[in-house]
């Protein structure tokens, strides 16, 4: 799978710390700069090799409602060009030299996406006169965070890092294993359960996300940490961030389905035709696979919507009101099939679920709610 340990690349690379007072700890890199707090960054940077040719990264933990986190890398941290299609695992650590934050990993992005060496023009932001902002690749909002508090790193401990030869890191990225990753995943998600015991406000919200983020990225990329741990230290029994379904697991489940239901319905006798997957071609569609079952001496056509999930006891499933809805008018002729997989993504076990069936027994939690006008003048 994309998101394994063993198929993807950890590589660590080096930008500025966010210098602007303006901003919060934890909400550093969260929006573009002015053009005074660019012109500063060239003031306090510019001659003395550190950071690059401008604030370009300012917006690289900028995280959207919708859409991916758009990242800047420094020319010499850009992946080889046969690596452009992988999956990485960036970790941003600061300069051993920076000012504000020397020698300190501060954030991730997992399952990212290197766009190119030439990179895209940001959009949507206010632009400073003479400068263009680019991004060289891209994130899911899930599983990128910044750490409060960053990690502390040493080159001589090769904890995080390989040892360097004369402890001496150089420019460019440097690639790392998935050991050490998995070690700052660990230390992350240590110092953010020990920062949200005191914190509150917007930080204790950013804190409460970033846990939320870690956990995903130790679910995806299967890391040895436990649950209980990861979510210990909350202040709140729900998630702001529950992780997302893996799509790729999803379409596993539903291809399970659709060739059991092509046997099944060639046991029949009947043609393989009456068996559509419809979410390949119509994603939207409020259901998966369109089949038949046999009634009595009848055969009807039956709509299948599934989930698929590798979870022990929370299945991580997610359904739409149109789905509900959808199920709710067709009571007679649908199900919700529930694929759970193993950690090697082979079927444990398959449940064919009624609409009354999921209501029993699992609470439906309303995600976001539309505002729509009384009417009322």
């Known amino acids: 799978m994309r998101s394994s340990l063993l198929m993807s690349n950890f590589i660590a690379v080096k930008i500025h710390y966010d210098h602007r007072q303006s901003l919060l700890a934890h909400l550093k890199y969260s929006r573009a700069a002015t053009e005074d707090e660019h012109k500063e960054y060239l003031s306090l940077y510019r001659d003395e090799n550190v950071g690059g040719e401008g604030f370009h990264e300012c ?9 991916t986190v758009q990242i800047y890398l420094p020319p010499t941290c850009l992946p080889g060009k046969k690596r452009l299609a992988d999956d990485f695992m960036i970790f941003s650590f600061t300069y051993h030299q920076d000012r504000e934050m020397p020698s300190r990993i501060i954030g991730v992005h997992a399952g990212t996406n290197v766009i190119g060496k030439d990179g895209k023009m940001r959009a949507g932001i206010l632009r400073i006169p003479g400068v263009d902002l680019y991004f060289h690749a891209e994130a899911p909002t899930e599983l990128s965070t ?3 508090p960053p990690v502390e790193y040493d080159l001589n401990a090769g904890l995080y890092t390989p040892v360097f030869r004369k402890n001496i890191w150089g420019n460019g990225l440097r690639y790392i294993t998935a050991e050490h990753a998995e070690n700052i995943i660990q230390a992350a998600l240590a110092g953010a359960r020990s920062a949200i015991i005191n914190s509150q406000g917007s930080r204790q919200l950013a804190i409460e996300r970033e846990i939320d983020v870690l956990t995903n990225i130790a679910e995806q990329y299967t890391l ?6 990861a979510w210990s230290g909350r202040n709140n029994a729900v998630s702001r961030i529950p992780p997302m379904p893996d799509k790729e697991l999803g ?5 399970k389905i659709f060739e059991r239901e092509l046997a099944t319905v060639k046991t029949f006798g009947l043609a393989s035709s009456l068996v559509e997957w419809v979410s390949q071609a ?13 009634i009595g001496a009848e055969y009807r056509d039956h709509y299948l919507e599934v ?8 299945p991580n499933i997610y359904i739409s009101s149109g789905q ?7 009571k007679n002729c649908s199900s919700v099939v529930i694929v759970s997989f193993d950690a090697e993504n082979e079927v444990k076990s398959i449940r064919d679920l009624s609409l009354s069936q999921i209501r029993k027994e699992f609470e439906l939690i ?8 009384r009417g009322d003048g």
Do not use: C, M, W
């Open 282 to 294: 119509i994603p939207q569609a409020p259901y998966d696979i369109k089949t038949v079952k046999k």
């Open 251 to 255: 379409k596993l489940g539903e291809r």
């Open 224 to 229: 040895s940490l436990d649950r209980r741990v």
């Open 366 to 373: 309303p995600i976001k709610y539309k505002l729509r006008s």
């Open 307 to 314: 989930k698929s999930s590798k979870a022990e006891n929370d």
């Open 59 to 67: 917006l690289n933990f900028s995280i959207p409602e919708q859409g």
């Open 146 to 148: 910044l750490f409060t």
């Open 324 to 330: 509900v809805a959808f199920l709710e008018t067709h």
